[in-house]
């Protein structure tokens, strides 16, 4: 994907120069004399205003709404620190509002300030609080195409905004669960190599993460040993005893590829710094993989594009533009001795992680069907009343596999968007 790289800093000239919402370039300090005063008489006290103060983020998450009281002539600055969690930077244009009570910092995203509803026409440090303002404090993007001047359309805001709300909303999805959703946990955790504030280390309850440091790894199958390990890296967890145990059991990288953990055996080997005794017959496995439109080939490229970037991806990606459908990624598969063909949410996320590590675009015609994109038709298999993917409508017993495999398709998406190159199985 060949997509211009918009720095914070421009960005952050371009919601100065066209919104004026936040900081004004051109904002004017005007002097006021004093006026004399008589000394004969006492100080006054100061006069007693009272204002409503409101937060959004860009979620559509209500983190503040309150009626609140201050003093005549205190700026809204001023004001934001006595009552929330703020986070500003000085800057030539007056006080740019970053994050309050942690709403989300996103470099497509700003805190608009509107003033009775109406944006306002200098940075926060230069509104004055008069009595019963209305202020609203929405988290906003600047980089639209709708504005004239972005590159965002309302796809893009949606992945944004689902991304952010299933981020916030984790614990309580998985309250009762005691398995993690590693690729959605992985691909969460990429967010901190990039500048988004994400924070892996706040996704799951503590009951989760004990259940994690008591496992008995000898349980385990190989993949799910991998998983495992996996999982507490990203959560940040001590992978002492885990990376000794695969250590001690001969870390093997053919075993696992003929079962097409390829990209898992290797997140292990890299991550861990374990050295496997046949990596060079693995390396030599992946040149020489032969990838088709499936889910094992989709599971390898990761593998693929980090160990050999000369690799000619332009037949898996033909083949991936010619099994698309209106559901999706569709391609047919042997388990338990029956052929069938498969085409859900999961498939669909395996191929928008392929495809979004090698860098294609998926907004291009080659991967539309009636006109809408791969990330288009993952959306088909989100409810709107849970706020979740699911392969087959309701169908809560293949939650695990959809649910995360679209967040981690949906994240790799927009690295790659906001980032020009991604590969979110590299941590």
Same mark, same amino acid.
């Not at 459908?325 to 859900?344: H, P």
């Given at each position: 994907?060949?997509?211009?790289?918009?720095?914070?800093?421009?960005?952050?000239?371009?919601?100065?120069?066209?919104?004026?919402?936040?900081?004004?370039?051109?904002?004017?300090?005007?002097?006021?004399?004093?006026? &004399?005063? $008589?000394?004969?008489?006492?100080?006054?006290?100061? %006069?007693? !205003?009272? /204002? #409503?103060?409101?937060?959004?983020? +860009?979620?559509?998450?209500?983190?503040?709404?309150?009626?609140?009281?201050?003093?005549?002539?205190?700026?809204?600055?001023?004001?934001?620190?006595?009552?929330?969690?703020?986070?500003?930077?000085?800057?030539?244009?007056?006080?740019?509002?970053?994050?309050?009570?942690?709403?989300?910092?996103?470099?497509?995203?700003?805190?608009?300030?509107?003033?009775?509803?109406?944006?306002?026409?200098?940075?926060?440090?230069?509104?004055?609080?008069?009595?019963?303002?209305?202020?609203?404090?929405?988290?906003?993007?600047?980089?639209?195409?709708?504005?004239?001047?972005?590159?965002?359309?309302?796809?893009?805001?949606?992945?944004?905004?689902?991304?952010?709300?299933?981020?916030?909303?984790?614990?309580?999805?998985?309250?009762?669960?005691?398995?993690? &959703?590693? $690729?959605?946990?992985?691909?969460?955790?990429?967010? %901190?190599? !990039?500048? /988004? #504030?994400?924070?892996?280390?706040? +996704?799951?309850?503590?009951?989760?993460?004990?259940?994690?440091?008591?496992?008995?790894?000898?349980?385990?199958?190989?993949?799910?040993?991998?998983?495992?390990?996996?999982?507490?890296?990203?959560?940040?967890?001590?992978?002492?005893?885990?990376?000794?145990?695969?250590?001690?059991?001969?870390?093997?990288?053919?075993?696992?590829?003929?079962?097409?953990?390829?990209?898992?055996?290797?997140?292990?080997?890299?991550?861990?710094?374990?050295?496997?005794?046949?990596?060079?017959?693995?390396?030599?496995?992946?040149?020489?993989?032969?990838?088709?439109?499936?889910?094992?080939?989709?599971?390898?490229?990761?593998?693929?594009?980090?160990?050999?970037?000369?690799?000619?991806?332009?037949?898996?990606?033909?083949?991936?533009?010619?099994?698309?459908?209106?559901?999706?990624?569709?391609?047919?598969?042997?388990?338990?001795?029956?052929?069938?063909?498969?085409?859900?949410?999961?498939?669909?996320?395996?191929?928008?992680?392929?495809?979004?590590?090698?860098?294609?675009?998926?907004?291009?015609?080659?991967?539309?069907?009636?006109?809408?994109?791969?990330?288009?038709?993952?959306?088909?298999?989100?409810?709107?009343?849970?706020?979740?993917?699911?392969?087959?409508?309701?169908?809560?017993?293949?939650?695990?596999?959809?649910?995360?495999?679209?967040?981690?398709?949906?994240?790799?998406?927009?690295?790659?968007?906001?980032?020009?190159?991604?590969?979110?199985?590299?941590?």
């Amino acid at each position: 994907m060949k997509i211009k790289k918009v720095f914070l800093g421009i960005a952050f000239s371009g919601i100065c120069l066209a919104t004026l919402s936040a900081c004004n370039p051109n904002r004017i300090t005007t002097t006021v004399e004093a006026m &004399p005063v $008589d000394t004969t008489t006492t100080t006054t006290q100061a %006069k007693a !205003v009272s /204002y #409503s103060l409101k937060v959004v983020d +860009l979620d559509g998450e209500v983190l503040l709404d309150k009626n609140l009281n201050t003093t005549e002539n205190t700026n809204l600055v001023k004001a934001l620190e006595n009552e929330t969690k703020l986070v500003s930077s000085n800057t030539e244009f007056g006080t740019y509002l970053v994050s309050i009570n942690d709403s989300i910092v996103d470099q497509n995203y700003f805190l608009s300030i509107y003033v009775n509803g109406t944006p306002a026409s200098t940075g926060a440090d230069g509104i004055i609080i008069n009595d019963n303002d209305q202020i609203e404090i929405k988290n906003e993007c600047w980089n639209t195409i709708e504005s004239g001047y972005g590159t965002l359309d309302n796809t893009d805001l949606l992945v944004d905004k689902t991304i952010y709300k299933t981020y916030k909303e984790f614990k309580e999805i998985y309250k009762e669960a005691s398995y993690i &959703p590693y $690729d959605a946990l992985f691909a969460y955790s990429n967010f %901190k190599n !990039v500048g /988004y #504030s994400i924070d892996t280390k706040n +996704l799951f309850t503590d009951t989760i993460k004990n259940n994690y440091k008591n496992i008995d790894y000898s349980t385990l199958t190989l993949s799910d040993t991998f998983k495992t390990a996996i999982s507490l890296y990203a959560l940040g967890s001590d992978v002492t005893a885990i990376k000794q145990y695969i250590t001690n059991s001969s870390f093997d990288l053919s075993a696992p590829f003929t079962e097409t953990y390829a990209a898992y055996t290797y997140d292990v080997m890299k991550l861990f710094n374990i050295q496997a005794s046949n990596y060079n017959d693995y390396v030599n496995k992946i040149n020489n993989i032969n990838l088709a439109a499936n889910e094992t080939s989709c599971m390898c490229v990761p593998a693929i594009k980090l160990l050999n970037d000369e690799y000619d991806f332009s037949e898996f990606v033909n083949a991936i533009k010619g099994s698309l459908t209106e559901n999706g990624f569709s391609y047919s598969m042997s388990y338990g001795g029956v052929d069938y063909v498969t085409c859900n949410a999961s498939s669909t996320a395996q191929a928008i992680i392929a495809l979004t590590t090698i860098g294609e675009d998926l907004k291009e015609d080659g991967f539309k069907v009636n006109n809408k994109n791969l990330i288009e038709i993952l959306f088909n298999y989100y409810d709107e009343e849970t706020k979740l993917f699911y392969d087959y409508e309701n169908d809560s017993n293949n939650l695990i596999y959809a649910e995360p495999q679209a967040l981690a398709a949906l994240i790799s998406y927009k690295i790659l968007r906001d980032n020009g190159e991604v590969n979110i199985y590299r941590g």
